[in-house]
């Protein structure tokens, strides 16, 4: 990049942009560009797009306050009214932030978006604001969409209703077009961050190297590291923690001594089993890092995950997770034993009282058995915490669970009695699906009794 492009900014400024936001010095250029001097009229509104963990927020916040720009950033997921949004962005701009000693009390109260124009302009009256640029920056802006109708028409042209030299930057993960009124509005001027390439995120991860090693070795852990995960995961957030849990391990036989820095083929060797291991729980975040540390210190594990990720090998939505466990009821149970199980005043019954001779056997050494779909559900619509109606969304996670093999349906479609399933699932894959429900399934097991 030319040094022409930063001729009217400082050095000084200019170098520490470079630094702190590596490999995004378009957006940079063309920030600086939009922005202009503090005193000069920006344009009304920016919309700043791009997919999560491409730099957006980093980006503006870094460069307002390096140039000292008065601005505002405010997470409108934190705000789901209009009147706390209204009420955040005076607060910042009055320096007033809500704490235990002001009681958590907002300095001015806003309910429209009348009055807020008014604060506003009051506001930056009592702040020596009026001859600088003002910028309000709102994160997650898909938000605003579910708000009052007036909100974003009323932030896009805010400089015209303020009367003041205010510049309104939306950041959103989704393109215009999806914000647009079917009414028609101010048109703001647009800029897409793109994806960090392979290139860009290996520089950016270099730079977290722990200082008692090398920069090049740490690099070629990195370089390791998006070779494995690069295809199916791009997240910079994501990657960054994966190099962070799976470091120590890459570097264990550096720290015993056995193999040098710069024997990368023995340094894989030691590391591939373990990042197939972090591949099964990529974006789950199903256990701490504290735990994950324990995990990988376990030696005579024989290559699965345990405990609360032994059934990282399948997510499953919530009301599916209650379908599989039904299922596994049916399967298991004798169909005389619901009225047991799944009534409230069913009286006390003994499992001696209905034990044949040909049930002596455990249920689970004998294997599961076809149950029909009318028990599933009844089974289902009993142990599930709500109350859920039966719809198409239902029946389509069966036949998900159908194409998953967990549960196998036995005969043919076209039979007249409807169909009927077996449930594939192993307990221990149960117990563990049960565990992220809060369902204790060994208490409905007739085998456990």
């Known amino acids: 990049m030319s040094e022409i492009d930063y001729a009217e900014y400082p050095k000084d400024k200019i170098i520490l942009l470079k630094e702190k936001l590596i490999c995004r010095d378009a957006q940079i250029v063309t920030l600086l560009s939009l922005l202009g001097e503090p005193q000069h009229y920006s344009y009304p509104s920016f919309f700043v797009y791009g997919h999560t963990a491409t730099g957006k927020t980093y980006v503006i916040q870094t460069l307002l306050e ?9 997470n409108c997921v934190e705000c789901f009214s209009s009147r706390m949004l209204f009420e955040q962005i ?49 994160d997650n802006a898909e938000q605003l969409r579910e708000m009052d109708a007036n909100l974003l028409p009323g932030f896009l042209r805010f400089q015209e209703l303020a009367e003041t030299n205010v510049t309104v930057i939306f950041i959103s993960e989704i393109v215009w077009e999806k914000f647009r009124p079917n009414t028609g509005c101010f048109e703001p001027l647009t800029l897409y961050f793109p994806d960090y390439s392979i290139d860009d995120i290996l520089k950016i ?28 995961c791009r997240d910079l957030k994501e990657l960054r923690h994966l ?72 997510e499953l939505p919530y009301y599916s997770k209650f379908l599989l466990i039904a299922a596994y009821l049916s399967s298991y149970n004798p169909a005389r034993t619901d009225k047991r199980f799944f009534m409230k005043h069913h009286g006390k019954i003994k499992k001696s009282s209905f034990l044949k001779k040909h049930e002596k056997t455990s249920n689970h050494l004998l294997g599961p058995k076809p149950f029909p779909l009318d028990r599933l559900l009844a089974i289902f619509y009993s142990i599930v915490d709500s109350r859920v109606t039966p719809s198409a969304n239902v029946f389509s996670q069966i036949t998900t669970l159908v194409a998953l093999q967990l549960l196998t349906q036995v005969g043919h479609d076209d039979q007249l009695d409807g169909p009927k399933y077996k449930c594939t699932a192993s307990l221990d894959f149960i117990r563990a699906i049960a565990r992220t429900v809060n369902f204790d399934i060994v208490r409905y097991l007739y085998d456990f009794l």
């Open 66 to 74: 390096t140039c000292k720009f008065p601005h505002i950033i405010v």
């Open 90 to 138: 005076l607060n910042q701009l009055q320096g007033n932030w809500l704490s235990s000693e002001n009681e958590c009390l907002s300095y001015l109260r806003c309910n429209t978006l009348n009055e807020f124009v008014l604060l506003f302009k009051q506001v930056v009256r009592e702040q020596n604001l009026l001859d600088q640029t003002v910028y309000i920056v709102l």
């Open 243 to 314: 190099a962070a849990i799976n470091f120590p391990k890459f570097c264990e036989p550096v720290q015993k001594g056995d193999v040098s820095e710069e024997d990368t083929r023995r340094l894989w060797r030691n590391i591939e089993p373990h990042l197939k291991k972090a591949m099964q729980t990529v974006y789950l975040r199903e256990i701490s890092s504290s735990q994950w540390e324990r995990l990988q210190q376990d030696d005579e594990d024989s290559g699965h995950l345990k405990g609360l990720s032994a059934h990282a090998h399948v």
């Open 205 to 232: 991860l270099s730079r977290d190297y722990p200082p008692e090693f090398s920069a090049d070795f740490y690099m070629s852990y990195i370089n390791i590291l998006l070779g494995v995960f690069y295809t199916v």
